[in-house]
């Protein structure tokens, strides 16, 4: 049974343009939510990151907006460049441990 | 430089052949784990550590083994390889704590024939 629910597979979006990633999760007692961004032929990077008792949070162009009682987090990401087309992967955790559920990647081409 | 290194970086191997992927990190991070990445299926966690000698099965553990003797090495062996097992590995290490970021690896490209 995936844990975390990853959609759309990909995403095609003009520059300048809003991307939006979403992702669901079933298991209430995960207590930390980051995304990572992977550029081909490269390991995946922490992009962003969040913790349930916040609903949103913001590092520059990306945010993550948390939704509790649904049990669903996106990615937004404002003012979309070439540079940001990659494959984003959100994900699900315990700040505790260290046994991570990624989602199945969204890969994200934006256009000039 | 603060890095993950994994080696090989890509291997072609036939089936039963033993064979184990080198994972060692220099950030003196307590924890590390192994993922493999398959199209359409993401990342899955197939072992992870928290410190030395303490291992646990992710969630798609079998066919594999890990061992951690020291801090900074985490090695994956495969003892009978087959071909399901085709796949792109990631090693990761992180500290804990608050946001436990993982640090990633370049990666292993296997190919079981």
């Given amino acids: ?68 009682s649904a049990k669903q987090f996106s990615l937004h990401i404002m003012d979309s460049q070439p540079g940001d087309s990659a494959t984003y992967f959100c994900a699900a955790s315990y700040l505790a441990g260290n046994q991570f559920y990624f989602g199945t990647g969204t890969s994200l081409t934006v256009i000039p | ?21 080198t994972c060692s990190q220099n950030m003196n991070h307590e924890y590390m ?23 646990d099965k992710g969630d798609v553990p079998e066919g594999y083994k890990v061992s951690r003797k020291e801090k900074r090495n985490f ?14 590995y990631f090693c990761a290490s992180s500290f804990p704590g608050a946001y436990n970021e993982q640090f990633f690896g370049p990666g292993t490209r296997l190919t079981v024939l």
């Fill in chain 1, 1 to 68: 049974q995936q844990q975390v629910k990853q959609s759309p597979q990909s995403l095609i979006v003009q520059k300048g343009g809003i991307s939006i990633i979403n992702c669901a999760y079933e298991n209430t007692a995960f207590d930390y939510f980051p995304w990572y961004q992977q550029f081909p032929g490269k390991g995946p990077a922490l992009l962003i990151a969040i913790r349930p008792d916040v609903s949103e949070k913001k590092e520059g162009r990306f945010t993550i907006s948390f939704n509790k």
């Fill in chain 2, 1 to 21: 430089e603060a890095q993950v290194t994994q080696n090989p970086r890509y291997l072609i191997t036939v089936t039963g052949k033993k064979l184990t992927v």
């Fill in chain 2, 33 to 55: 784990s192994w993922y493999r990445q398959d199209p359409g299926l993401g990342l899955r966690q197939i072992y992870y550590s928290m410190n030395v000698e303490v291992t």
């Fill in chain 2, 75 to 88: 090695p994956l062996i495969l003892e009978s390889p087959s071909p399901n097992q085709t796949s792109l």
